[in-house]
């Protein structure tokens, strides 16, 4: 899959692969409650990533994720958790904050900016364990 998605179905794959870990299978009424999205949403983004090989998804069918599908999920996966440790460990920030600037950036950083995170995470890590930085007033 050459072609890059957008945010928004970015989560939807993400929501799906986590919901399917928790729960065995899922369906469209279980990711438009995830994601706070109305039906018709749902089932357009499902289609789209359905046509792109990431899912498999018939109107009435639970859906399951493809091997490509599996695969990006779980890469979007491991990024937004990078970026929430990143935010969490090493910046001190609040959990909600963490997972809300995680779910964010997770669409726009660069390659190259993931690594540099990750690098200096793990490097904080092996410094300074789990202590979180106090936060600071700016």
């Known amino acids: 899959m ?5 945010s928004s179905l970015e989560d939807y794959l993400e929501a799906i692969c986590v919901f399917i870990k928790k729960n065995s299978t899922v369906r469209a009424i ?22 792109k090989g990431l899912i498999n998804y018939g109107r009435y069918d639970a ?7 599996e695969e ?13 440790e990143f935010f969490a460990k090493v910046l001190g920030s609040s959990h909600d904050e963490a997972q809300e600037n995680a779910c964010k950036i ?3 950083i660069s ?8 690098a200096f995470t793990n490097y904080y890590s092996k ?7 106090k936060k600071i007033d700016l």
């Open 2 to 6: 050459s072609e890059k998605l957008t």
């Open 30 to 51: 279980d990711i438009a409650r995830i994601l706070n999205v109305s039906r018709a949403s749902t089932t357009e983004a499902l289609k789209k990533l359905s046509e």
């Open 63 to 69: 859906i399951s994720l493809t091997k490509n599908g």
């Open 72 to 84: 990006l999920a779980e890469l979007i996966i491991e990024k937004h958790n990078s970026l929430y």
């Open 106 to 108: 997770e669409h726009i």
């Open 111 to 118: 390659p190259d900016a993931m690594r540099r995170i990750v």
């Open 127 to 133: 410094k300074y364990g789990d202590e979180f930085v």
